[in-house]
């Protein structure tokens, strides 16, 4: 198994409170990606890494911010929580990303589940 | 709506069964990623295929680029088998992967 721990694996805040989400990986892969997971809908993208300071958007990242100082840390952050970020976050890595002609596999974190009231 | 497709939502079958789990989508894809969610809530990746076919113990995985279809096929299934199973495609224009609802499988011993 991938060596990948997401922090806290579950939470549940108040609506407004900020919350941040943490995902360590002992894989030294460059790339790292959020996912949210809520019934009727696939995993959605929410934002993803491809290296330290290096981060891009998916396609639900409104209300989420993420950030990448060490190669081994990917935070997410809620900086107001809403009931509507109620979900279950997962964490994933891989080594040469999901571009046009990688092969690579991505590795999933255990998952959060988070609850916001 | 969800770009990618699976059949059955849902699926119950007798240990021993031969199970057909099935992915469709609708443009031309770089990848297709089949992968395993334990009732724990555990992701674990058993396939990425760009073409053909491939086979990792009772699993077999196919892929027809021409028809935009894929199918998940256990031979001989155990009741450890009962799991979500959830097809993932990147697109040929988009750098990312997006994912299909799943299958629920749930073998009866």
């Known amino acids: 198994d991938a060596g990948i721990t997401q922090s806290p694996r579950h939470k549940v805040t108040e609506t407004g409170t900020p919350v941040t989400l943490r995902c360590h990986q002992t894989?030294?892969?460059?790339?790292m990606y959020w996912y949210r997971q809520d019934p009727g809908h696939g995993l959605r993208l929410i934002h993803y890494?491809?290296?330290?300071?290096?981060?891009d958007k998916g396609e639900v990242s409104d209300g989420y911010s993420v950030s990448r100082s060490k190669t081994e840390d990917f935070l997410l952050t809620l900086e107001s929580a809403t009931s509507s970020q109620t979900s279950v976050y997962f964490c994933?890595?891989?080594?040469?990303?999901?571009?046009?002609?990688?092969?690579?596999?991505?590795?999933f974190g255990p998952g959060t589940r988070l609850t916001v009231l | 709506k969800n770009e990618v497709e699976q059949s059955p939502q849902n699926l119950t079958a007798q240990e021993g069964e031969f199970i057909t789990i099935n992915c469709s989508y609708s443009?031309?894809?770089?990848?297709l990623h089949w992968l395993q969610q334990h009732p724990g809530g555990g992701i674990v990746s058993l396939f990425m295929?760009?073409?053909g076919k491939k086979k990792h113990g009772r699993l077999i995985a196919t892929i027809n680029i021409q028809e935009k279809h894929s199918s998940l096929h256990i031979t001989a299934s155990h009741p450890r088998d009962s799991a979500v199973y959830i097809c993932?495609?990147?697109?040929?224009?988009?750098?990312?992967?997006?994912f299909g609802t799943g299958t629920s499988l749930t073998v009866i011993p």
């Open positions: 295929l760009s073409s």
């Open positions: 993932a495609v990147r697109y040929s224009t988009r750098n990312q992967f997006y």
């Open positions: 994933a890595i891989s080594s040469t990303g999901t571009s046009f002609s990688s092969t690579d596999t991505q590795y």
């Open positions: 443009v031309g894809i770089s990848a």
């Open positions: 890494s491809y290296g330290v300071k290096d981060t």
């Open positions: 894989e030294n892969h460059r790339y």
